[in-house]
Nanobody, 128 residues
Framework: QLQLVESGGGLVQPGGSLRLSCVAS????????VGWFRQAPAKEREGVFC????????IYVDSAKGRFMISRDNAKNMVNLQMDSLDSEDTGVYYC?????????????????????WGQGTQVTVSS
């Protein structure tokens, strides 16, 4: 059974960077499309970035374009989310999850019910 564990979150000052990791066990992560999601305090969970089994990425948050990048490390069975130039609006709990398809959905947020094997999340706090 596939299990996902997120890590890499923490407290960072505005303008700083973090690299989040989503490590899989129990199955080969290359078989899945992987999504990164975040949930800010008192807000609904939203889709941030998606990567297909072939490594094609798609970003869904306009404010993150040019600052976030997703990648796969197949040797380590993991997907990373590099986040640069962080600001307070990026604060939240970040989750990864998978969908057994070969594409990224048109709308990652509304596709949340189709994703499974959610990790416990990793907290990202951007504050001075």
């Amino acid at each position: 059974q596939l299990q996902l564990v997120e890590s890499g979150g923490g407290l960072v000052q505005p303008g700083g960077s973090l690299r989040l990791s989503c490590v899989a066990s129990g199955d080969n992560l290359r078989l899945y499309t992987v999504g990164w999601f975040r949930q800010a305090p008192a807000k609904e969970r939203e889709g941030v970035f998606c990567i297909t089994p072939s490594g094609s990425g798609q970003i869904y948050v306009d404010s993150a374009k040019g600052r976030f990048m997703i990648s796969r490390d197949n040797a380590k069975n993991m997907v990373n989310l590099q986040m640069d130039s962080l600001d307070s609006e990026d604060t939240g709990v970040y989750y990864c999850a998978v969908m057994p398809v070969t594409y990224c959905p048109i709308d990652l947020t509304t596709s949340i019910p189709r994703f499974h094997s959610w990790g416990q999340g990793t907290q990202v706090t951007v504050s001075s």
